[in-house]
T-cell receptor
């Protein structure tokens, strides 16, 4: 299985602090993606990083990928209360087109 | 632009009753379509996916079925609901054979079987 596994399962921080979430997977991938889900809503695609990339930025988001360790991290800088949500990583392999999602990290940003 | 519609938003059904959830996509053709289920506080479990009209692949054996009667319509059904079918159901699509794009998800259906 190439399932992504996020850690921590839950993270609580103060507004303005940085939040780091990690994702590990088991097999080779074509790309890895991070999604955000507000409570009771659908998932929203945040950022995609390809297997030949090591780091990618989008606004306050920074994603790293270490294919040798089969892991990725999502950093949210200067967090805001509105960043409170669950964050999921998803992987897609080189030969399959079905994304495999991890169980997610629940982030709470306290004002 | 492409949009995805999913309804209803919430549903409460008795055990043994039938189910029909519908998902439609606008602004694209020949999308890959997916049904996921999410238990409370958990990750997503892929239930079905479809790469074309009438083409359905099932990931896990279950009490549910899926159909794709039209290119941009994906339906999740059950003849008799079980308590364990409760959950949050999400429809998603992405561009055909373009695995370097992310999924676009619908807003989800909260199903409670009582």
């Amino acid at each position: 299985s190439q399932q992504g596994e996020e850690d921590p399962q839950a993270l609580s921080i103060q507004e303005g602090e940085n939040a780091t979430m990690n994702c590990s997977y088991k097999t080779s991938i074509n790309n890895l993606q991070w999604y955000r889900q507000n409570s009771g809503r659908g998932l929203v695609h945040l950022i995609l990083i390809r297997s030949n990339e090591r780091e990618k930025h989008s606004g306050r988001l920074r994603v790293t990928l270490d294919t040798s360790k089969k892991s990725s991290s999502l950093l949210i800088t200067a967090s805001r209360a509105a960043d409170t949500a669950s964050y999921f990583c998803a992987t897609v392999g080189n030969y399959g087109q079905n994304f495999v999602f991890g169980p997610g990290t629940r982030l709470s940003v306290l004002p | 632009s492409q949009t995805i519609h999913q309804w209803p938003a919430t549903l409460v059904q008795p055990v043994g009753s039938p189910l029909s959830l519908e998902c439609t996509v606008e602004g694209t053709s020949n999308p890959n379509l997916y049904w996921y289920r999410q238990a409370a506080g958990r990750g997503l479990q892929l239930l079905f996916y479809s790469v074309g009209i009438g083409q359905i692949s099932s990931e896990v054996p279950q009490n549910l079925s899926a159909s794709r009667p039209q290119d941009r319509q994906f339906i999740l059904s059950s003849k008799k609901l079980l308590l364990s079918d409760s959950g949050f159901y999400l429809c998603a699509w992405f561009r055909d054979r373009a695995i370097n794009y992310g999924y676009t998800f619908g807003s989800g259906t909260r199903l409670t079987v009582v």
